[in-house]
């Protein structure tokens, strides 16, 4: 069964501060693993998706990594602002019968960026 | 707005009543997913649809329970006889073939 854990469960950072968050998967098989962000009380706001195939991916200020051997991907946010802050969900999607569908969420990090 | 939308956003209901909250997709995304989560925990998946077919079931979706998508648009999930455990964020999610997913807002049900 396939778990995905995210470290740390919360994190606060001063405003203009670079950070990464870390999200590791047990099982290697995976088509592709999605980055997400919430706000309180909101869905899920998709930002970066990286293919199995992928190394990482980039988004303005965002980049994600994966290292799928390691079952490791980081999400690096750069020079951090205080609309920034809310929850970041890390996802795997299992690569089954030859078609992905569910998705596998870990807990999430929180982050606080203080102004 | 093309997104994914989701009815009611907001459910209060007393322990024993049915609830049902639709889904409506991103229009051309033949995939369809529920999740629930519950505070402080990420998602966890209920369902799955590929057009009008339910291809896919969690251990979680016990027999009160049932989702439709007919004619392969929008879905509903109903939950008969709700009780307090049930009280959640039910989110739905599309996505064409298996790539990325896109969520709806999110239904936040709370069972007194």
């Known amino acids: 069964k396939q778990e995905v854990t995210q470290i740390p469960a919360a994190l606060s950072v001063p405003e203009g501060e670079n950070l990464v968050l870390n999200c590791s998967f047990t099982?290697?098989?995976?088509?592709?693993l999605q980055w997400f962000r919430q706000d309180p009380g909101k869905g899920l706001t998709s930002l970066l998706l990286?293919?199995?195939?992928?190394r990482e991916q980039t988004s303005g200020r965002l980049n994600a990594s994966l290292d799928k051997s390691s079952g490791r991907s980081t999400l690096y946010i750069a020079a951090s602002q205080p609309g920034d802050s809310a929850t970041y969900l890390c996802?795997?999607?299992?690569?089954?019968?030859?078609?992905?569908?569910?998705?596998?969420f870990g807990s999430g990090t929180q982050l606080t960026v203080l102004p | 707005d093309t997104g994914v939308s989701q009815d009611p956003r907001h459910k209060i209901t007393k322990r024993g009543q049915n609830v049902t909250f639709r889904c409506d997709p991103i229009?051309?995304?033949?995939?369809l997913y529920w999740y629930r989560q519950t505070l402080g925990q990420g998602p966890e998946f209920l369902t799955y649809?590929?057009?009008?077919?339910?291809?896919?079931k969690s251990r979680l979706l016990s027999d009160r329970f049932s989702a439709e998508r007919p004619k392969g648009s929008f879905s509903t999930l109903e939950i008969q006889r709700t009780e307090q455990g049930d009280s959640a964020m039910y989110l739905c999610?599309?996505?064409?073939?298996?790539?990325?997913?896109?969520f709806g807002p999110g239904t936040r049900l709370t069972v007194t």
């Open positions: 229009s051309e995304h033949n995939r």
């Open positions: 649809f590929q057009n009008e077919a339910q291809l896919e």
């Open positions: 996802a795997v999607n299992k690569f089954s019968s030859g078609s992905a569908r569910q998705l596998t």
């Open positions: 990286i293919q199995s195939s992928q």
């Open positions: 999610a599309s996505s064409l073939i298996p790539y990325e997913q896109y």
């Open positions: 099982d290697s098989a995976i088509y592709n």
